[in-house]
């Protein structure tokens, strides 16, 4: 295991923290999906990386728009309502997708540029 695949394989734990968290905090099932959905497809690119295959690279920017998607949607419906108590929870979503983001980097790295 190399480095490039730690660094996945610690995202893809982070945001599987940070997704319950955000969970506990509105009890939105479908954040608990997508946040589940994305730490196991990171799981899989962890898996490819290790074998420095493209597939990698393409399932972790798969993860990362659809975090930044449900970003983007938490954040525009934060400041349309001035719902204070989804300041968090939006933060944390967007945390999960710099993270995702870092993990799309890193992966693009190691795949592409033999890092």
Known sequence: MNSSTAIVLSASFFILLAGAYAWWLTRNYFLLVNTTLVSFSLLFAAQQLDLHSP??????????????????????????????SLGLPAQLVGVTAALALVATVTAYCAVFRGA
């Open 55 to 84: 597939v990698a690279v393409l399932v972790s920017l798969f993860c990362t728009m659809l975090l930044g998607g449900r970003f983007l949607g938490t954040w525009l419906r934060l400041r349309r309502e001035r719902a204070v």
